[in-house]
């Protein structure tokens, strides 16, 4: 009876196999490649990376990096906000050495980097004849997977006016990088494809005017954003617009701000916000306003409605509103970056959440390594590959 | 529709009679289906099978009348917890068992609920496994050649095929 049951049921449907799976952190899942061939294909499938990414139970921790006072300079860590665990991550290869790092962005579980080294510099503008050594170049690295791939050069070279974006496409299930100068319209820009492994130079309708881009940039639904302003003076630029460009027509938009109030007794931050792009503004008489925009489809064309979603306030709190450096929002909480206390010590890592809709302060301390939290991001754990699908080998 | 039925009476695939009452068998679709059947049909003798042995069959049922209470009604949030320790309770078994016959019959009699109970504990089963475990339970032969598993272990260098 036992043998002829076990010979009856061996055979387990395809689709059970992936929902069991698509459970799995990827550290099992990269195991279990090796399996079978049949769990290799399931595995690497993009159907099944992306129903991994929609499964709710993927842990969604925040990504830090930071900066030591010694080599390597920088170090990632995965903060779980609930649970106060920080987890080390291992460097990509490649940052050990560099002078300065920044993350582009981090989508579905890949990461931009931008990597600078010491002789920046003194190799101001960058030849273009030696490729692989003049910095800075870019970096594409899924940290639970530990693949990464070194972007190749950009047709023009990099210099301190230009600004990068980073955004996943899911029309055409493509990530992109894309760079334009700060002085918009003045120069072509470029899109890197992850799928086709090359930048390509697009040039947009001029904008009316120039207009001047921040570094402010973050992405969401194939567009990518970029806080801006009409250029006055050399330095003298109030960030009134928001710039978009989206990724599937490469249709390049400019958005109008809300009116926030007085220009000087604010700052502002672009944030995602529940899959929407958001605006934070920061007010000297310690408000914080929460701007949600969506796209007004019953209207004509190119609208868009911004909702003051909340209101809240540091009043209950001991923050500044010059202390307050709002990063990221985490499950509707403003994660900001640790702050410092007089008496605290180095390895002291003081994380404030002001949760957006009860007006909730709370603060956690963090014992981990010396160091300074540059930067603070969204992350989910994904298995998706910075192989594009034309190299399959990856170029390390 | 009759009221009076409280409860039908199904065949397992090992031809054992199996009692389920009209709340707890809504909790299925097909189940449902049979139930609408019997109290349409004025003297209906034939018993029902469901493609599920005994032993299963046996769980499938113990699940469904613990959860029916909660499905038909909703509960409070004490209940909810209360049920999800009974599910982990519930789902202690060989990781066989799981994927072989509770899997089989929840995507077989539609239900949703089981079937995630279902995978989930598969999954956490799984996670601590290595691949020969793997290729044990599921039955599946290692079909790499040398140079493939070589490929595979290039690209993700803490591979082990073992």
Not at chain 1, 75 to 83: E, I, N
Not at chain 1, 105 to 127: A, I, K, R
Not at chain 1, 212 to 231: D, F, H, M, P
Not at chain 1, 284 to 300: G, P, Y
Request: proline share 4%; hydrophobic share 35%.
């Amino acid at each position: 009876m036992k043998i002829s049951e076990d010979r009856n049921i061996t055979f387990i449907p395809y689709d059970i196999i992936a929902n069991i799976l698509r459970r799995l952190p990827v550290k099992s899942l990269i195991q279990f490649q090796c399996v079978s061939k049949d769990w290799e294909n399931l595995i690497k499938s993009p159907s099944f990376i992306r129903d991994c990414l929609y499964h709710t139970g993927r842990p969604t921790p925040l990504l830090l990096l930071s900066q030591l006072g010694l080599t390597p300079r920088y170090c990632f860590q995965l903060l779980d906000p609930q649970s106060k665990q920080v987890l080390e991550i291992q460097n990509p290869p490649l940052i050990d050495s560099c002078s300065d790092l920044k993350i582009v962005g981090s989508c579905n579980g890949l990461v931009c980097l931008q990597v600078f080294h010491e002789d920046y510099g003194l190799y101001l503008p960058c030849s273009s004849n030696d490729s692989g050594t003049s910095p800075p170049y870019l970096l594409l690295w899924n940290p639970a997977t530990r693949q990464f791939r070194k972007v190749p050069r950009t047709i023009e070279d990099f210099n301190v006016r230009h600004r990068l974006g980073f955004g996943f496409n899911p029309i055409d299930n493509d990530y992109k990088i894309v760079k334009l100068s700060s002085q918009f319209a003045v120069n072509p820009v470029e899109v890197y494809s992850l799928n086709s492994g090359s930048w390509e130079e697009v040039e947009f309708e001029n904008l009316e005017g120039t207009i001047r881009i921040s570094s402010w940039t973050n992405a969401v639904n194939g567009v990518v954003y970029w806080l801006g302003g009409k250029q006055r003076r050399s330095d003298d630029c109030d960030y009134s617009l928001v710039v978009s460009i989206d990724l599937t027509n490469q249709v390049c938009t400019s958005i109008p701000l809300p009116d926030l109030g007085s220009k000087k007794s604010r700052r502002l931050k672009l944030i995602l916000y529940e899959n929407k792009l958001a605006v934070l503004a920061i007010t000297k008489s310690s408000l914080i306003h929460l701007w949600v925009m969506e796209e007004d489809t019953c209207a004509s064309r190119g609208r868009w409605i911004w909702t003051k979603r909340y209101t809240c306030s540091l009043w209950s709190t001991r923050l500044s509103p010059f202390e307050l450096n709002a990063a990221t929002i985490w499950k509707s909480k403003i994660v900001s970056r640790p702050i410092r206390i007089f008496g605290d010590a180095d390895e002291t890592k003081r994380f404030c959440l002001i949760d957006l809709t009860t007006n909730e302060f709370k603060e956690f301390v963090i014992k981990c390594r010396r160091c300074n939290v540059l930067d603070i991001n969204n992350y989910v754990e994904s298995h998706v590959s910075v192989a594009n699908i034309n190299h399959k080998e990856l170029q390390i | 529709m009759s009221s009076s039925v409280e409860a039908i009476t199904v065949l397992s695939s090992d031809g054992d009679e199996f009692k389920i009452t009209v709340s707890a068998a809504k909790l299925s679709k097909p189940l449902n289906w049979m139930l609408e059947d019997v109290c349409f049909s004025d003297d209906c003798d034939e018993v029902p099978t469901i493609e599920v042995n005994s032993k299963t069959l046996v769980k499938v049922i113990e699940y469904c009348e613990k959860h029916a209470p909660r499905a038909n009604s909703g509960a409070s949030d004490s209940d909810a917890e209360e049920l999800k320790k009974w599910d982990i309770e519930f789902m202690k078994m060989d990781v066989k068992d799981i994927l072989f016959h509770i899997l089989m019959a929840a995507n077989y009699l539609h239900m949703e609920g089981l079937y995630d109970l279902a995978c989930q504990t598969a999954a956490d089963l799984m996670k601590g496994m290595t691949v020969s475990q793997i290729r044990k339970i599921f039955h599946i032969k290692n079909d790499f050649s040398s140079e493939e598993q070589e490929q595979l272990r290039r690209q993700h260098p803490g591979c082990s095929f073992d």
